[in-house]
Nanobody, 126 residues
Framework: QLPLVESGGGLVQPGGSLRLSCTAS????????IGWFRQAPGKEREGVAC????????YYKDSVKGRFTISRDNAKNMAFLQMNSLEPEDTAVYYC???????????????????WGQGTQVTVSS
């Protein structure tokens, strides 16, 4: 069983919404901060959003601020990424990751992650 499993990806029209879910197992979820990352074809993986262990602090990539919201439910060992006003440039494979560290803005860049999911495809196209 994978430690992190993403779901909720799919095909959506520009301006539409999707909610990604990340389900954790095999580790103590609330000991870890959570990040969402994405990788588009031919591009490097980039951090999109991250949240602290209790979900009381978050940080976002500039291009998704005001459109994406990260959240978590520690009782259910789940994290979420609500994505609104989607744009074709948001098309990518989205991954969730868990880190024993927490710092902003490093949670989107150099902060090491201990666990990764397998990814879920998000395609924004008309």
């Amino acid at each position: 069983q994978l430690p992190l499993v993403e779901s909720g990806g799919g095909l959506v029209q520009p301006g539409g919404s999707l909610r990604l879910s990340c389900t954790a197992s095999e580790f103590t979820f609330d000991d870890y901060s959570i990040g969402w990352f994405r990788q588009a074809p031919g591009k490097e993986r980039e951090g999109v959003a991250c949240t602290s262990r209790r979900g009381d602090y978050s940080y976002y990539k500039d291009s998704v601020k005001g459109r994406f919201t990260i959240s978590r439910d520690n009782a259910k060992n789940m994290a979420f990424l609500q994505m609104n006003s989607l744009e074709p440039e948001d098309t990518a494979v989205y991954y969730c990751a868990a880190s024993s560290q927490w710092s902003r803005p490093m949670c989107l860049a150099t902060q090491p992650n201990d666990y990764w999911g397998q990814g879920t495809q998000v395609t924004v196209s008309s």
